[in-house]
Each structure stands twice: as C-alpha cells, then as structure tokens.
C-alpha cells in the first residue's frame, strides 16, 4: 500500500482498465450488488479529501497523522469508491430459482454484499499492481462522514461505501506513515489450523 503520490497524471484509459478487472469479482448468486464511484483529476478528487481532512482534524488524536495522511493521499490523480447494495441480495435471493419467497436479512448471518464489493477492491489493487502503479485502500470514516459522502456525490443512501481505494505514482518521500516490514507478517503457523482449531 502507497500512501503518498506524485501529481503526475495517469495513462488515459486507466480507470476503465481497472474497472474491468473489478467486474470480474464474484458475486453470490451473481447478485452483483456492486458498484463505483470513480473521481479523476482534482476537481473531482478534492470534495473527497475536504471530507476526510474536516473529520480528521476534529478528532482528538495527539499526533498530526491525520490531516497529513489525508495531504500525501490528495495528490492520488484517481479515487475509485467500491459501494455495496445490501438490496441487490436481498431481491436476488427472493426469486424463485433461489427457493426463497421473501427478503428476511437473518438468511446472511455473513453480509456477502460487503465481501462481495471487497472482492472488487481486491481484483482493483491486483490490477494496479499489474498496471506498475500505486494504491492504498482507506476507510471514509464515520457516519458523519459517511452522510457527508452521500450528500456531497448524490449517492443514494442503500449504497454503502466500504471504503476507497487511491490511484496514482507512489512518492514514497511523501508517505507520512512508514512502510510495514516484510518480517511485521505474521508467519503461516500462526494463521493456519489444519483438521481443527
């Protein structure tokens, strides 16, 4: 993950070209409960980063990391937001071919219209990578921000924004907050239980 850019502008098609890997996510019973918002350019960008700045530098932190990971991200020339539509679900999964008749949320103990659209940021960094840029993939916030993105980008309230991903040139002399170490991984051993737990 980068967390500071350069103002150096993308290769034209870029954001399509990442658009398409993300399409590629899979879908519980191909719901496609998805969708993008894509920002390019500063004039699209900024009514994103004012969000994020105002509600960073009204917490009570100590330290300035905040407002000055917000700076070093504003530079990114793209902004993809992935949002997820609990709906889509719900309808999908009221069809006959899926042999429910009604809409009850308590059949998704797991809330697959999030991890579904957490795909899609996946397949979306996987295909920056590929690309030879830079990502980061950060959370807008709270509620207040959350509403304030609604508001500020006419998103309709049943789409949620699980977060955003960053796209630009990595300047690493920018990043405010210093790379994770190959060695901070924690090794499979502690992560994987074979047969049981």
């Not at 034209?12 to 519980?28: E, K, M, Q, V």
């Not at 807008?140 to 955003?164: D, K, N, Q, Y």
């Amino acid at each position: 993950m980068h967390r500071g850019f350069t103002d150096e502008a993308l290769p034209p098609g870029t954001a399509d070209r990442l658009l398409r890997a993300a399409n590629r996510a899979p879908s519980a019973g191909f719901s496609q409960g998805y969708a993008f918002l894509v920002l390019e350019g500063r004039e699209q960008t900024a009514p994103l980063w004012e969000i994020l700045y105002a509600a960073a530098s009204s917490e009570d932190t100590t330290e300035d990391d905040g407002p000055a990971q917000v700076d070093a991200l504003s530079h990114a020339p793209l902004v993809i937001v992935p949002l997820a539509c609990k709906n889509a679900y719900l309808d999908r999964y009221a069809r006959p071919d899926k042999g429910f008749t009604g809409r009850d949320e308590a059949r998704w103990p797991v809330p697959y219209w999030y991890i579904d659209t957490g795909f899609t940021a996946l397949l979306t960094l996987l295909a920056v990578v590929d690309d030879g840029l830079g990502a980061v993939f950060f959370g807008i916030g709270g509620s207040a921000e959350i509403e304030a993105f609604h508001a500020r980008f006419g998103v309709p309230l049943e789409w949620t924004p699980i977060g955003a991903i960053a796209i630009g040139r990595p300047d690493p002399h920018a990043d405010p907050v210093p790379p994770s170490r190959s060695s901070d991984r924690k090794p499979l051993s502690e992560l994987v239980h074979r047969g049981r737990w």
